[in-house]
């Protein structure tokens, strides 16, 4: 059944699914996650802007608040910017400038990834994880995944 509000939305470049996605106004989760426990931030490291903005959209609407970066080093320059380590960073693998692993490399040399818990999101399921990340989803991932997946990683804010 197709939402009247829906914003149609262009599936990224390389992802195996219809050509134009729909967010609906409203989504239909009806997960095991509480809106009231939602006051937890997120950052997003993803370098494809659909898929940033489209996560971004969707975890916005879930009450979460989310920073977006579109690569490591950009990921770093948000984080000088925040006044606390967000409870939980989604990271993308491969990105150019500076990619996943030698971002959580950073991470580890500035005594930070012990403060939060870092989830890989990632289309290539066969590249190993970075050392000290709390795990990984694939991609294209499917919302009740994610938004489980955070209820569990997310590290409640000291």
């Keep these: 059944m197709k939402d009247p509000g829906a914003r149609p939305l262009p599936a990224p470049p390389g992802i195996r699914y219809p050509r134009r996605l729909e967010i609906p106004r409203s989504l239909p989760y009806r ?47 948000v984080l000088s910017r925040l006044e606390r380590v967000p409870e939980l960073i989604l990271l993308d693998l491969v990105m150019p400038v500076m990619d996943g692993h030698a971002f959580i ?11 939060t ?7 290539h399921p066969t590249l190993p994880l970075p050392q000290g990340v709390s795990g990984r989803l694939g991609k294209p991932v499917r ?12 590290m409640p804010a000291a």
């Design 31 to 77: 997960g095991r996650v509480s809106t009231t426990q939602h006051s937890i931030t997120l950052l997003l490291v993803e370098n494809n802007r659909d898929v940033r903005e489209a996560l971004k959209e969707i975890l916005e609407s879930e009450d979460y608040r989310v920073f977006t970066a579109v690569n490591g080093q950009d990921a770093l320059n």
């Design 105 to 115: 490399d950073h991470l580890r040399r500035l005594g930070v990834l012990p403060l």
């Design 117 to 123: 818990r870092v989830l890989v999101l990632t289309a």
């Design 143 to 154: 919302l009740e995944e994610l938004l489980d997946a955070i209820a569990v990683h997310a």
